[in-house]
């Protein structure tokens, strides 16, 4: 009987969830910050981008003069390059050492939790210092190289374009690949133990499950972490300022940077809040895209139509 009840009251109880009656007003603070953080300050950097403010003066309306003076510079394209340059070999190097670690750090041995808390340490640290720490290290002069005297790493690591873009992503990953580690040890414990032990059971090995069971299964993990990912590095700016300053040259002048030159050095907002809008409309249509190939998780879909 109590059974008989509990499913009565759940039944009650339900389509006064489902008609609007609660939920509605539990998903009010989220839209009350989404739209006090994001979509209010969105508006306000589209609508400065057909101004023409030098952050002290007046405001002017200019149109689409901001617009030609960004989309006709010559340097667009190649930030453009750099920013996607970035974006690809990040994710390249930071995907698979993250679902590599995140399947290693899934396991129940303590040493391997321990280590999680340890690799979990430089996404605690400041990009600015990091950059600071790193720039220090790679001189050419009273670095690393010269202060050990191995002539490999006694180069001009941060003077050559090649070199410099190499640093950029090495950097990039070693902070951020213990988050999507992170991210995909979560995934691999949410598997179930039962394909493991049926896969034992039909004589597969580790390589083999890994590939046939594992991967498949972290589906769904590797277009969140993929997602966070590459929006991310749209917006990389310190790490990059602090260590090259777009340099050499412009080899290291992203999106981001070029942004805060634009506005900040050369106080031309409106042309900043181009940068800006591009930059979104950029990471709006990645995410998208991320989206689209990986399809619906069906236990969404599942949930949808609960």
């Known amino acids: 009987m109590s059974a008989i009840n ?4 759940s039944s009650a109880v339900a ?3 489902r008609g609007g009656g609660v939920l509605p007003w539990l998903a009010t603070p989220a839209l009350v910050f989404f739209a006090a953080f994001a979509l209010i300050p969105l508006i306000g950097v589209l609508l400065l981008s057909f101004t023409s403010w030098d952050t002290l003066g007046e405001i002017k309306l200019t149109g689409f003069e901001s617009w030609r003076a960004v989309l006709s510079d010559p340097g667009l394209p190649h930030a453009l390059w750099v920013t996607f340059l970035i974006t690809a070999l990040s994710w390249a190097v ?3 050492a993250s679902i590599l670690i995140g399947v290693f750090l899934a396991g129940r041995q303590r040493y391997r939790e321990l280590l999680a808390v340890l690799y979990f340490i430089p996404l605690l640290l400041s990009s600015a210092a990091i950059a600071i720490t790193f720039k220090a290290l790679l001189d050419p002069n009273f670095g690393l190289g010269a202060g050990l005297h191995i002539d490999l790493l006694n180069q001009d690591w941060l003077g050559e374009p090649g070199l410099a873009m190499g640093v950029v992503i090495f950097i990039v990953s070693w902070q951020f690949i213990p988050f999507h580690a992170l991210l995909y040890q979560g995934g691999v414990r949410q598997i179930p133990r039962s394909l493991y032990e049926a896969a034992e059971l039909d004589g597969a090995g580790r390589v083999r499950m890994f590939f046939n069971i594992t991967l498949p299964q972290l589906k769904y993990t590797a277009i969140t972490s993929s997602t966070l990912m ?3 590095s ?7 300022f602090v260590l090259t300053e777009g340099g050499p040259g412009d080899a290291t002048r992203a999106l981001a940077l070029d942004m805060y030159k634009r506005g900040i050095q050369a106080n031309l907002m409106g042309q900043a809040c181009v940068i800006g809008v591009i ?3 950029v990471g709006l249509a990645l995410a998208l895209l991320l989206r689209r190939l990986g399809g619906r998780n069906p236990n969404t879909s599942q949930l949808e139509g609960a």
Not at 6 to 9: C, Q
Not at 234 to 240: K, Y
């Open 6 to 9: 509990a499913r009565r009251t």
């Open 94 to 96: 930071q995907t698979p």
């Open 234 to 240: 749209l917006t990389f700016f310190d790490l990059i």
């Open 15 to 17: 389509p006064k969830a």
């Open 230 to 232: 590459v929006v991310g």
């Open 279 to 281: 930059l979104v409309l």
